[in-house]
C-alpha cells in the first residue's frame, strides 16, 4: 500500500523557518519526481515545489516562494523535505506532498499519490 506520510507543520512567527517531511512507503521511491502543494481555507490547491526523480538535479518552485523554499529528496530514506525559510502570513496552510511517476509537473493532476497534508500556520 502507498502511503505518503508528511510531518513537520506548526506555528511559527512571520520570518521564522520550518522543515516538512514527506516519508513514503510502497512503491520504488527514486523513480518518482515529487512536489508540493498548499490550499488554504476558500482558495484553490497551489503548486509550490517539485524535484525531478533520481538525483533530483532538476527543482521548480512557485514564483511566491522562489528564493524561500528549497525541495530536496533523500532516496536512502525515501523522504521528500521542503525547507521553508522567510515565512509570511499568506505560507499558512495545509501543506501535502505527492508522487509523479512522471515529470514533477505544477498541476494535481500530475501526480498519481498524495500524502492526509500537515499545517502550517504563520503569524504575524
Known amino acids: 500500500q502507498v502511503q505518503l506520510v508528511e510531518s513537520g507543520g506548526g506555528l511559527v512567527q512571520a520570518g521564522g523557518s520550518l522543515r516538512l517531511s514527506c516519508a513514503a512507503s510502497g512503491l520504488p521511491f527514486s523513480i518518482f519526481a515529487m512536489g508540493w502543494f498548499r490550499q488554504a481555507p476558500g482558495k484553490e490547491r497551489e503548486f509550490v515545489a517539485a524535484?525531478?526523480?533520481?538525483?533530483?538535479?532538476?527543482?521548480y518552485y512557485a514564483d511566491s516562494v522562489k528564493g524561500r523554499f528549497t525541495i530536496s529528496r533523500d532516496n536512502a530514506k525515501n523522504t521528500v523535505y521542503l525547507q521553508m525559510n522567510s515565512l509570511k502570513p499568506e505560507d499558512t496552510a495545509v501543506y501535502s506532498c505527492?508522487?509523479?511517476?512522471?515529470?514533477?509537473?505544477?498541476?494535481?493532476?500530475?501526480?498519481?499519490?498524495w500524502g492526509q497534508g500537515t499545517q502550517v500556520t504563520v503569524s504575524s
Open positions: 505527492a508522487a509523479s511517476g512522471g515529470r514533477p509537473g505544477t498541476i494535481p493532476n500530475d501526480y498519481y499519490y
Open positions: 524535484i525531478s526523480s533520481w538525483d533530483g538535479a532538476a527543482t
